[in-house]
Nanobody
Framework: QVHLVESGGGLVPAGGSLRVSCAIS????????MAWFRQTPGKEREFVAA????????YYADSVKGRFTISRDSAKNTMYLRMNSLKPEDTAVYYC????????????????????WGQGTQVTVSS
């Protein structure tokens, strides 16, 4: 079983920056994908960014491209999302997800494609 724990959320003014983290532990496969999603009340979980097992390949939603950067530190078993130029519409609970035994192919941008999830961390951007 894979265990994910997000951290680093908080309150930040519009135009500011924030980095959230996702620590992964448990029985991970050699090849897998991880992703960040976000969700606001009454809405479906929205894809933000994804990264492969070694950090060599990334994919972003158009809404965050150029502002957010996904990365991972294999030694620390941690994935990060650096968010710059934050906007009030970025306010959401940010979740990390993982899909084991994923090697290549089309990037998964639907929440149903990921098997394991963290508890989420709140990011609030004030206007």
């Amino acid at each position: 079983q894979v265990h994910l724990v997000e951290s680093g959320g908080g309150l930040v003014p519009a135009g500011g920056s924030l980095r959230v983290s996702c620590a992964i532990s448990g029985r991970t496969s050699t090849y897998y994908a991880m992703a960040w999603f976000r969700q606001t009340p009454g809405k479906e979980r929205e894809f933000v960014a994804a990264i492969n097992w070694n950090g060599g390949s990334t994919y972003y939603a158009d809404s965050v491209k150029g502002r957010f950067t996904i990365s991972r530190d294999s030694a620390k078993n941690t994935m990060y999302l650096r968010m710059n130029s934050l906007k009030p519409e970025d306010t959401a609970v940010y979740y990390c997800g993982a899909k084991m035994f994923w090697t290549s192919g089309a990037w998964m941008t639907q929440s149903k494609d990921y098997d394991d999830w963290g508890q989420g961390t709140q990011v609030t951007v004030s206007s």
